[in-house]
């Protein structure tokens, strides 16, 4: 398997343009997670989905944020309107149910909005 | 719900040696998970090592190994041999119990300790 696949890796917007980020999942897996990583806050949940339901976006920041999840082999992460402060490295990870099983991690999306 | 400590912002280690990095959990359920993940300069989230609550063996992988004290609700990253190449973020991470007590979700992840090996 490839692993999970996030595009784009880099992406720079000015303030204020739509960014979308793209997640593909490990074939199989019943859990997708979003995640943000910037030197101030750590790592951060946004949102995570079990059978492409949405279960929990508490750690969405605001109503800028949004995520689909619209099959199992696909998820997006979409912001708008984008603000300086969303740039962050954003990952998204898998794995399957069971407290035994780890989340793989995708290779991130380093997103600069100036 | 969980919550994962890590009180060393930074570690320090000479080539060769052992380093412990310290991990305390708190959670309410009887069942969970509790993994290392490293994070290079480089960026990606690599899979260390896992440990089950109900494990009775301390985990070990290759030069990681985890100090599982399930009373004192710690699990601890040992890395024998440091490495130059070891030196990166180092993060635990628990899985329990989601919200509805039904299912197992996220995990909860602290915050990180830097680990720099010097030659």
């Known amino acids: 398997d490839a692993g999970v696949i996030q595009s784009p890796r880099h992406e720079v917007t000015e303030m204020g343009q739509e960014v979308t980020l793209r997640c593909k999942p490990i074939s199989g897996h019943d859990y997708l997670f979003w995640y943000r990583q910037t030197m101030m806050r750590g790592l951060e949940l946004l949102i995570y989905f079990n059978n492409n339901v949405p279960i929990d976006d508490s750690g969405m920041p605001e109503d800028r944020f949004s995520a689909k999840m619209p099959n199992a082999s696909f998820s997006t992460l979409k912001i708008q309107p984008s603000e300086p402060r969303d740039s962050a490295v954003y990952f998204c990870?898998?794995?399957?149910?069971?407290?035994?099983?780890?989340?793989?991690f995708g290779p991130g999306t380093r997103l600069t909005v100036l | 719900a969980q919550k994962i400590t890590q009180t060393q912002p930074g570690m320090f280690v000479q080539e060769k040696e052992a380093v412990t990095l310290d991990c305390t959990y708190d959670?309410?359920?009887?069942?969970?998970?509790l993994f290392w993940y490293k994070q290079p300069s480089s960026g990606e989230m690599i899979f260390l090592i896992y440990?089950?609550?109900?494990?009775?063996q301390n985990a070990t992988e290759g030069r990681y190994s985890l100090n599982f004290q399930k009373a004192r609700k710690s699990a601890n990253l040992v890395i024998s041999a440091s490495q130059l190449g070891d030196s990166a973020m180092y993060f635990c991470a628990m899985r329990g119990l989601s919200a509805g007590g039904t299912s197992y979700g996220k995990l909860t992840f602290g915050q990180g300790t830097i680990l720099t090996v010097h030659p």
């Open positions: 440990q089950g609550s109900y494990d009775e």
């Open positions: 990870a898998s794995s399957l149910e069971g407290a035994r099983n780890e989340q793989f």
């Open positions: 959670t309410s359920d009887q069942s969970y998970g």
